[in-house]
């Protein structure tokens, strides 16, 4: 199975500044095409899951051009450039390339 | 608007039986991959299973395979997820979520239901 690791597990951060979270996969997520088949989701206190980016950098539809995805073969980023209220929950990425889908721990990030 | 509206969880003993439906409405069911996520109690989520447009590409995580079975029903813009042999570590908000509608596998998962509870407990 290939396994995600994301750090920081925690991350406080003061509304207007921005963030940034990683993830690590353990095999390359790039295939021949081209495509990182890298996602990234965030869960809001109380919600579900909800897409944000997909394809490692594709940003999903009715999503902030504040989040942005980038990265390659088996280290991503997610950044948030200017943190707001809202963006509290925890935020996921998982891996498409290959079942089982797999997901890293989360990180959770909270207003300072 | 793609609406998933998740059912069938309840309380249940250690090794009994459970389906759960998802109603899609919204947007074409019979174009999308679907797929079950689950989610423990204050754990991280966990991808179940996942079924092709037609049915005819079916995958599940080990831990349920043998147990679980997926399947969908194009005409009721339905997908289902029917539970065997329950263990207390399959406790958890079960998701029907979204797949794309094209290519050979899952990629994303672009639009969640709000889950359905599991629990599993004597």
């Known amino acids: 199975d290939i396994v995600m690791t994301q750090s920081p597990l925690s991350l406080p951060v003061t509304p207007g500044e921005p963030a940034s979270i990683s993830c690590r996969s353990s095999?390359?997520?790039?295939?021949?095409?081209?495509?990182?088949?890298l996602d990234w989701y965030v869960q809001r206190p109380g919600l579900s899951p909800q897409l944000l980016i997909y394809y490692a950098s594709t940003r999903a539809s009715g999503v902030p051009d504040r989040f942005s995805g980038s990265g390659s073969g088996t280290d991503f980023t997610l950044k948030i450039s200017s943190v707001e209220a809202e963006d509290v929950g925890v935020y996921y990425c998982?891996?498409?390339?290959?079942?089982?889908?797999?997901f890293g721990q989360g990180t959770k990030l909270e207003i300072k | 608007e793609v609406q998933l509206v998740e059912s069938g969880g309840n309380l249940v003993r250690p090794g009994g039986s459970l389906r759960l439906s998802c109603a899609a409405s919204g947007f074409t069911f019979r174009s999308n991959w679907m797929n079950w996520v689950r989610q423990a109690p204050g754990k991280g989520l966990e991808w179940v299973a996942s079924i092709k447009q037609d049915g005819s590409v079916i995958r599940y995580v080990d831990s349920v395979r043998g147990r679980f079975t997926i399947s969908r029903d194009n005409a009721e813009n339905s997908l289902y997820l029917q539970m065997n042999s329950l263990r207390p570590e399959d406790t958890a908000v079960y998701y029907c979520?979204?797949?794309?509608?094209?290519?050979?596998?899952?990629?994303?998962?672009?639009?969640w239901g709000l889950g359905t509870l599991v629990t599993v407990s004597s």
């Open positions: 095999q390359t997520l790039l295939t021949g095409n081209g495509a990182n088949y």
């Open positions: 979520a979204r797949g794309p509608n094209y290519g050979v596998g899952v990629d994303y998962f672009d639009y």
């Open positions: 998982m891996q498409s390339l290959q079942t089982p889908y797999t």
